[in-house]
């Protein structure tokens, strides 16, 4: 499993001198993005949807009640799948 790598590169452009590289880049993504998060998400602040939506150019952030990080599993399961088909859909 490789995914400690994406891990520090996470943390890395988490930091405050790693913001404005990431805010960069997401700048730069071209294509329509789909952003979900829950505020009740002990795992990720809400913050990093956050700035997601405020910098990607074509963002659409959908906020679910999901009482953890795992969006898919649980009662907002069906808020995600819906929200993921809208977006596919469009």
């Known amino acids: 499993m490789r995914s400690p790598h994406g891990l520090v ?8 001198a790693g913001a404005a590289a990431r805010r960069a880049a997401l700048s730069r993504v071209a294509c329509p993005a789909l952003v979900t998060a829950s505020s009740f998400d002990g795992g990720v602040s809400f913050r990093h949807a956050l700035d997601y939506r405020d910098n990607l150019l074509d963002v659409r952030l959908v906020v679910l009640t999901s009482p953890t990080h795992l969006l898919w599993l649980g009662p907002g399961r069906m808020a995600l799948a819906d929200a993921m088909r809208d977006f596919m859909d469009a």
Do not use: I, S, V
């Open 9 to 16: 590169a996470g943390l890395r452009q988490g930091t405050a």
